[in-house]
Every structure is written in structure tokens, then in C-alpha cells.
């Protein structure tokens, strides 16, 4: 069954370290062979920029994670091909792999409108306003002041929605968050889970989440066990709790995937890297039925693309 994974952080792995290869490095839990194994048919690859780095710099480092994702990830790999416009998911063929710029937190162009259009115009599809910390977009919920959006923030909300961008929620605080769903045309929370089921301060509340599928959003599922179980472990019956309570908000077709990978430090029972994949996805037609699970494994997603 054909994947749509809404974030990973391979190209964080490529840039600490340059001696590492994209295609078949094993300590890159979302390398190209992995995604074919997996059965990935489009991967969101985040511009991720650590926030004690020099702010002056970090346009220059996001550019350079960029060149690394036409270097490494798209040109030395034959069947993974570069989305520069939504409609390119629905032309891939065969075994062809989407590979989709986004941008977490925008640190990266911190207050300059010029460069987040270049990013748009170097092809990034998604971004998220903040990382855990604050910037000049808004808060992350890692801020204590908790502050919303600002002027900016919603500017560059604007900007997306003219651009057909996904905004994404995944790392904004609750005040930023209500202020993005007044705004935004195309929201999506990458990577979150069901703070109901764990009460982690990255997962979504049940009002958060009914607006998202209110707006016709998407919540990628995280598959780290410390938004699943709060621990170290987990196990995918542990992640159908989730799902089984964004079901009961109504949001059956709203879930999607948001693995993580490359980005976490634990990992559910049997599924460590994007290669096994059609394990979970097993686990889940189990429950689901293959009709149902299409739809949190690519379908829901593709019908919601900003065309």
C-alpha cells in the first residue's frame, strides 16, 4: 500500500554530518532504498534549523540543506523526482518517489518577505511558523509566555494560502495555533497525536483537532512512542488508540502519516525506519480494513492537496 509521510528529518542527518549517503546509509531511518522498501510514494523532506545557531546564518544554512536535497536525495536517486507543483503527485508513475520540500520553523527567513518567496519559488510546499521556540512568526509551544501569532506570522499565513502552501501547526503554541485557523486555507499538523490519549505538550487537544478536520485539514500521525504512550515504548495498538479517538471526533478522513523519522530517538515495536512501513500498515488493515487504512496512508491526503 503506497505511503504519503507528511515529515521526516533526513536532511537534518545529511547536513551534520556530508560524509553520509542518502541512498543506503543506515543511520538514515528515511534513506531512498527504506522509502522503496517501504513502499513511499511521497516523502515531505523538513528544512530544519537548530535554534542556538546564528540567526544571521540561517538562510544560508536552510539553502544548504536545500543543495543537499538536489544533490543527494533527488539526482543520485533515478526514481525519486522533485514536487514543484502539487499537480506533480498525481503524474508520478510506476515506482517513481515525490520528494517534497517543507520548512520547520521559519527562523530561516526570519522577518524577510523576499526570502520566504524564494523558498517558495526552491519549492517549498509546507511550513511550519515555529519550531518549540519562539521567533518572529510567533511562539512554539515550548515558549512559557505562550504568545500567538504575530503581524508577521499572520502575514506569512497569507502568503501561504496565496501560494497554495500548507501551513503546518505541528510545533506552534495553542494561541498561535487558533490564530493560524483563522487564517489559513491549507492547514495541516504533520506530526502530532491526540493529547487526550497522551498528554504530551506537541499533541493536539480534541478542540484543536475538530477544527483541523473542521477546516479540512490533515494530523499526520507521529510514530515516536513519546507522543504515543508518553514513554520510550510503544506498540502500534498503541497507536490505534489515537486513531480510534480522532475516528470518534470525526476525523476518519482526515488522519494521516507523519513518521518522524530521522527526527526521534524511539520508535514503535517493529517498525524503526521508513523500510518497514507495510508493517504498520498490516497492523492497521487488521483493524481497519485495507479501504480505510488507503485513506490514512495516502488517500486522504491527496485528495486534500492545495491544487
Not at 500498515?281 to 480505510?292: P, S
Request: hydrophobic share 40%; charged share 25%.
Amino acid at each position: 500500500m503506497r505511503i504519503f509521510d507528511l515529515h521526516c528529518d533526513a536532511l537534518l542527518r545529511l547536513w551534520l554530518d556530508r560524509k553520509k549517503i542518502y541512498t543506503n546509509d543506515p543511520s538514515i531511518e528515511a534513506n531512498y532504498e527504506r522509502l522503496i522498501q517501504g513502499k513511499v510514494k511521497v516523502q515531505l523532506f523538513a528544512i530544519f534549523l537548530e535554534p542556538e545557531l546564528p540567526s544571521d546564518l540561517k538562510f544560508q544554512y536552510a539553502l544548504e540543506q536545500i543543495d543537499l536535497f538536489h544533490t543527494e536525495v533527488v539526482n543520485k536517486n533515478e526514481k525519486m523526482k522533485k514536487i514543484t507543483s502539487w499537480e506533480d503527485i498525481h503524474t508520478l508513475k510506476g515506482e517513481e518517489i515525490g520528494a517534497v520540500l517543507a520548512l520547520e520553523g521559519a527562523d530561516a527567513f526570519g522577518n524577510d518577505v523576499m526570502k520566504l518567496r524564494t523558498l517558495y519559488q526552491l519549492g517549498v510546499k509546507s511550513i511550519g511558523l515555529t519550531w518549540n521556540n519562539a521567533n518572529l512568526c510567533g511562539d512554539g509551544v515550548g515558549e512559557i509566555r505562550g504568545g500567538g501569532l504575530t503581524e508577521f506570522g499572520k502575514e506569512v499565513v497569507k502568503l501561504n494560502n496565496d501560494y497554495k502552501i500548507w501551513t503546518d501547526v505541528s510545533h506552534l503554541s495553542p494561541n498561535g495555533f487558533w490564530d493560524v485557523m483563522k487564517l489559513a486555507k491549507y492547514p495541516i499538523a504533520s506530526h502530532s497525536n491526540s493529547k487526550t490519549i497522551c498528554d504530551h505538550v506537541r499533541n493536539l487537544t480534541d478542540e484543536q483537532a475538530q477544527e483541523i478536520f473542521n477546516k479540512d485539514g490533515l494530523i499526520g500521525l507521529v510514530l515516536t512512542p513519546e507522543f504515543i504512550t508518553g514513554g520510550e515504548q510503544a506498540t502500534i495498538n498503541d497507536l490505534i488508540k489515537h486513531i480510534d479517538h480522532f475516528i470518534d471526533l470525526g476525523g476518519i478522513s482526515n488522519i494521516a502519516l507523519g513518521s518522524d523519522f530521522d527526527g526521534i530517538a524511539y520508535y514503535i515495536d517493529g517498525l524503526e525506519h521508513s523500510g518497514k512501513y507495510q508493517y504498520l500498515i498490516q497492523g492497521l488493515v487488521r483493524k481497519y480494513g485495507e479501504e480505510i487504512v488507503n485513506g490514512f496512508a495516502y488517500e486522504n491526503v491527496v485528495k486534500r492537496l492545495p491544487l
